[in-house]
């Protein structure tokens, strides 16, 4: 169940009221007049099911709430209730497959910011990921992967692509764009002071056949990349999020980026080109997977509001 909030303006309450009390998947339903102060208005507050919700907002924004008021949505753990029982049988679907369109759209664009924290996390999975390679240790190399906040903005561009909206998109693109050049230039400093010093020794990165996957890009590399990027989505439009760390070790993105900088100070430039390749391999392999099945979910999702029932008076 999730728990909403709506401020109408006075003028719109009594129709807000009436979109809540239509939809089976309505329970809970409390009115407070006049208690909001900005801005000004009526609060009205719901229990909903989770695969009521796009259908309510999408109601509720058709009344300009999310314009003149405002709507919220809450996450409700435990709901101790017939009503809201009742609620959850006679709304469409199954809770932890509905997608949140609304939720969607604001945590793809909330996880693909280029901002100091994605920079950060993004360069300290690269610097793993050539600690990894140089000392041929998998486990450093899956520890990389599960840092790497990649998947954030790549989620937002096949969320951009499905739903058409471009400035998703050009988001996702430019953290991207901007975060794993900044990555790699820090991480080519590292190695080379490392190398330098003798801390790090790339000389020895032909020997290092453990993390030769990183570099070995072909058909197996895209089926993965496929795999994760579907199993990311299903992850993130649904309530089994816990399953993204699962997704993280499957891909191979901020690895092959380690891998390149590391093959380039060590003068392997035939492998440096192979990571690159096995970057953007994965890159559009995730995306496209992504939404393939961003776009299965919406049609089903419509699929299911169509035939559902007759809503109460």
């Given at each position: 169940?999730?728990?909403?909030?709506?401020?109408?303006?006075?003028?719109?309450?009594?129709?807000?009221?009436?979109?809540?009390?239509?939809?089976?998947?309505?329970?809970?339903?409390?009115?407070?007049?006049?208690?909001?102060?900005?801005?000004?208005?009526?609060?009205?507050?719901?229990?909903?099911?989770?695969?009521?919700?796009?259908?309510?907002?999408?109601?509720?924004?058709?009344?300009?709430?999310?314009h003149t008021g405002g709507i919220t949505l809450e996450a409700l753990d435990t709901a101790v209730s017939d009503a809201a029982d009742k609620a959850e049988e006679a709304a469409p679907g199954e809770g932890a497959d509905a997608v949140v369109w609304q939720e969607l759209v604001g945590r793809s664009g909330e996880e693909s910011r280029l901002t100091w924290t994605f920079q950060a996390f993004l360069t300290i999975a690269c610097l793993l990921a050539s600690v990894g390679v140089i000392t041929n240790s998998s486990v450093t190399i899956v520890g990389a992967m599960v840092v790497g906040p990649e998947f954030g903005p790549l989620a937002a561009i096949a969320v951009g692509l499905v739903l058409r909206r471009g400035d998703l998109v050009k988001q996702g693109a430019v953290a991207l764009l901007g975060g794993f050049p900044?990555?790699?230039?820090?991480?080519?400093?590292?190695?080379?002071?490392?190398?330098?010093?003798?801390?790090?020794?790339?000389s020895k990165l032909a020997d290092n056949h453990e993390v030769d996957f990183v570099y070995q890009v072909g058909i197996a590399s895209l089926i993965v990349a496929l795999l994760a990027g579907a199993a990311g989505m299903l992850s993130m439009t649904s309530a089994k999020s816990a399953a993204l760390v699962g997704v993280f070790i499957s891909v191979t993105t901020v690895p092959a980026a380690g891998y390149?900088?590391?093959?380039?100070?060590a003068g392997q430039w035939e492998r440096c080109l192979y990571s690159a390749g096995q970057l953007l391999v994965n890159l559009i392999g995730i995306v496209a997977a992504a939404a393939i099945v961003l776009t299965l979910r919406r049609r089903g999702q419509r699929s299911r509001v169509t035939e559902r029932p007759l809503s109460r008076g």
């Open positions: 169940m999730l728990h909403l909030r709506a401020v109408c303006p006075p003028d719109r309450t009594d129709e807000a009221i009436r979109v809540l009390r239509a939809h089976t998947g309505t329970a809970h339903l409390v009115v407070h007049r006049g208690v909001a102060v900005a801005p000004e208005g009526d609060l009205i507050e719901a229990d909903i099911a989770r695969e009521a919700a796009d259908e309510i907002i999408e109601s509720l924004c058709g009344l300009d709430l999310d900044i990555a790699m230039v820090i991480t080519l400093g590292v190695v080379l002071v490392g190398n330098a010093t003798g801390v790090l020794e790339v390149a900088v590391v093959a380039a100070v």
